[in-house]
């Protein structure tokens, strides 16, 4: 199905899902975070605790240069992904959840690993990134897949329009939108 992503450094970003039975929406401001669509439990779920976290962490994953001042701890090791080794670089905030970032030989980011705490424990949430192109001089994913306990969504981009303008309301929290009849 079609997708939109808009993406702000630091830490803004929203994936609009355009779904049969109408617009799923995820969005994230930099403080707060959404999800809308008849995807949800509830036509509006506002992003508490982990959740919002995990938000804002992937929101930073389109500008990966934040990252290492939203943590204040950082452990280092080595991994193989696909039998290729990786450099694992794992943030913690104290009591925080951890997240796990996997950078292959060139330094790219392949993988990141999140884990929310609910009720049941700690749920991880795995984000893989590949077919990495240049664009405006940088190189970005047009491809990551996002896998949770419940569900996993692959999307692969058409196009990257760097450095344009974005109406700060792409941000926001989405307005409620009725499912498509």
């Given amino acids: 199905v079609p997708v939109e992503v808009f993406a702000k450094a630091p830490n803004l970003g929203t994936l609009i899902v355009h779904q049969f039975n109408g617009d799923s929406v995820r969005a994230y401001d930099g403080r707060g975070g959404w999800m ?39 452990r280092v090791g080595r991994a193989a992904i696909d039998d290729n080794e990786v450099l694992v670089l794992q943030g913690s905030n104290g009591d925080q959840a951890l997240v796990n970032l996997y950078f292959d030989e060139p330094g ?12 049941a424990g700690l ?46 309301a792409r941000f926001a929290q989405p307005a409620l939108v009725p499912p498509s009849q």
């Avoid at 993988?111 to 929310?116: E, I």
């Avoid at 896998?147 to 974005?166: D, G, R």
């Fill in 108 to 119: 790219l980011l392949v993988r990141m690993v999140t884990w929310t705490e609910t009720p």
């Fill in 123 to 168: 749920v991880p949430t795995q984000v893989d990134y590949s077919d990495y192109r240049e664009v405006a001089g940088i190189k970005m994913p047009f491809q990551w897949t996002v896998s949770q306990t419940y569900m996993q969504m692959s999307v692969a981009l058409s196009e990257v329009q760097p450095n344009v303008a974005i109406d700060a």
């Fill in 36 to 74: 809308a669509g008849p995807d949800t439990p509830v036509p509006l779920l506002t992003l508490t605790g982990g959740n919002l976290r995990r938000a804002g962490l992937q929101a930073m994953a389109s500008f990966p240069a934040g990252i290492q001042s939203a943590f204040s701890q950082w």
